[in-house]
């Protein structure tokens, strides 16, 4: 289509839009050409934007895996209403008749639009249908659940390569707002996509303001949030790491006089709705602070969040990003604050290990995928697992994975069987686990060195993120205030601040180069500040290195 084409085709089907958005176009004329899209946008960019009016102008059905069930029901009832086309939202509750319904009008081809879980389109009985169904679109919502180095690793979300297959190969479109080039390559790699078109654009979202508070002394924690509270705008959300950390905060937030609520995934269903619709309400004094879990945020359409803080430090810098960029989203200024101390990573340390099975839990389950010597349906074999072994289906399917990666489990239609050596599969599969608490570890170091940062705190989350900052100061940040404060007014001459820009990146790497490293292999180099090279390896995470001994010792070289 031409630009005058999708111009008209905005205006007829989204006429409260404008325009396209930084990234839109780009990406919705790469679909519409038949190219694999990887599209990085930030939040409130207008993901849904595309695939909405990339499916509408695509003859057959668009498939849309999302985690997200709220955002699923909101964009059904929208397509129905102002399209006027058929949609179907499969999740594990319809179930019945209803689900029968639904199944048979994907295979008719009555369906322009089919919404589900990445788990729903693992079912057998869905994918029968899909191979009966004109597939012309599939869409993978919040992609960076693919990938181990995404901050929301979802196990199910691996299993779309091969639903892409059974619905006959059609063009994907991968949306993220948070997802630096680990994870997009493990995006590109996981769905099998083919020379796919990246389309990244507008990180920087100039209207937040980052802050970082640190913690000296636990017991203050919840006054100190609570004087920071009262010099912010309402409404708020106070990010927690666990369920009972967002019960309890909300209950001291109201002893200081606060009107707080708490939103986690643990609560009853009609609960968690009563909380959500209470905060979303723009009435104060109902909820002015929702002490949340990160169940809190993805799909919620809040524009006027004034503040997103996190009362203790989040597990990686993409969740903190994602969570942070909640706030705001009208476009007027909102405040973006970590409350720090380096002690509340042991927490995410002890999630991380119970999110994991035990070896002995590992070696039984490779066990029994191993007693699979002819073909049998991989659902009745991970029943077994699960009941034998005693494991969520979560894990089971996850391992199974981790097998066919490693060539341990091969996948025919009728189902997988096994192949090699248990031993050698107990073996790769210790060092797999190795490698990931490597990352984990990483991630975490990385909150940390944010946190202890002197530097612009705008600068360094857009180079995690693969995206540069041009200038040397942002002012909207808590360490540039400090430096405009000391300096003089010659610290205000452009070329003087290119000069100590180019002065801190001096040297043979640059953000976002490739590089290779004698002992852990292939990395991307993330950041360069000072002295401090910064560089991302795929087998051991973040590495902080001294760059005047890199250069001197060779230790990396350009790849």
């Not at 008749?97 to 295979?107: K, S, W």
């Not at 091969?162 to 479109?173: H, K, S």
Request: charged residues 25%; negative net charge.
């Amino acid at each position: 289509m031409t630009l005058t084409d999708l111009d008209a085709a905005l205006r007829q089907h989204f006429p409260e839009h404008e325009g396209f958005r930084p990234g839109q176009r780009e990406a919705l004329q790469a679909v519409l050409d038949g190219r694999d899209v990887v599209a990085v946008l930030p939040t409130g960019g207008g993901k849904t934007l595309v695939y909405q009016l990339a499916g509408s102008l695509r003859p057959g059905t668009t498939v849309v895996a999302t985690p997200l069930i709220a955002l699923m029901q909101d964009q059904v009832r929208r397509l129905r209403d102002t399209e006027g086309v058929q949609v179907g939202a499969l999740t594990g509750g319809v179930r019945g008749a209803q689900r029968d319904g639904l199944l048979e009008a994907l295979r008719a081809g009555e369906l322009a639009f089919l919404f589900s879980t990445p788990e729903q389109l693992a079912r057998p009985d869905v994918r029968r249908a899909l191979r009966e169904t004109e597939v012309t679109l599939f869409c993978v919502d919040e992609a960076h659940c693919i990938s181990e180095w995404g901050f929301d690793f979802r196990p199910a979300y691996r299993e779309l390569a091969a639903a892409r297959d059974i619905m006959g190969g059609p063009p994907v479109l991968a949306t993220t707002a948070t997802a630096p080039e680990a994870v997009r390559a493990d995006v590109a790699a996981e769905l099998k996509l083919i020379d796919p078109v990246l389309v990244a654009r507008g990180f920087d979202r100039t209207n937040l303001h980052f802050s970082v508070i640190h913690v000296t002394d636990p017991d203050r924690r919840d006054r100190q949030l609570a004087q920071l509270l009262e010099n912010v705008e309402f409404p708020a959300v106070v990010y927690c790491t666990t369920r009972r950390e967002a019960q309890e905060t909300a209950l001291a937030l109201l002893e200081h006089g606060i009107a707080a609520g708490h939103y986690h995934g643990g609560m009853e269903r009609a609960v968690r709705d009563e909380v959500q619709d209470a905060f979303l309400v723009d009435e104060e004094g109902i909820i002015d602070v929702l002490c949340a879990t990160s169940a809190f945020g993805m799909g919620i359409d809040k524009p006027d969040i004034r503040a997103v803080v996190h009362r203790t430090m989040p597990d990686s810098l993409e969740a903190y990003w994602q969570e942070a960029g909640r706030a705001g989203r009208d476009g007027k200024p909102a405040d973006c604050v970590l409350l720090y101390r380096p002690e509340d990573r042991t927490v995410h340390e002890h999630l991380h290990r119970r999110s994991r099975p035990a070896e002995s839990t590992v070696a039984k389950m490779v066990h029994l995928f191993s007693q699979v010597e002819t073909a049998t349906p991989e659902a009745e074999v991970l029943a077994r697992v699960c009941e034998v072994a005693n494991v969520a289906r979560s894990g089971a399917a996850s391992l199974a994975e981790d097998l066919h990666r490693f060539g341990y489990l091969t996948r025919f239609r009728s189902g997988i069987r096994w192949r090699g050596d248990p031993a050698d599969a107990m073996e790769d599969m210790a060092h797999h686990h190795a490698v990931q608490n490597e990352v984990e570890q990483s991630r975490l170091t990385m909150v940390a060195a944010y946190a202890e940062s002197t530097g612009c705190r705008r600068r360094y989350l857009l180079n995690y993120l693969g995206d540069e900052y041009p200038a040397e100061l942002c002012l909207r940040c808590d360490n540039c205030l400090r430096t405009a404060e000391r300096r003089g007014i010659d610290g205000w001459d452009l070329a003087a601040q290119q000069q100590r820009i180019d002065a801190d990146r001096s040297g043979p790497f640059s953000p976002g180069a490739s590089v290779n490293h004698p002992e852990w292999g292939v990395g991307i180099v993330q950041r360069i500040e000072g002295e401090v090279l910064v560089v991302r390896f795929n087998a051991v995470g973040y590495r902080s290195m001294h760059a005047p001994t890199v250069v001197e010792r060779n230790l990396l070289a350009l790849a």
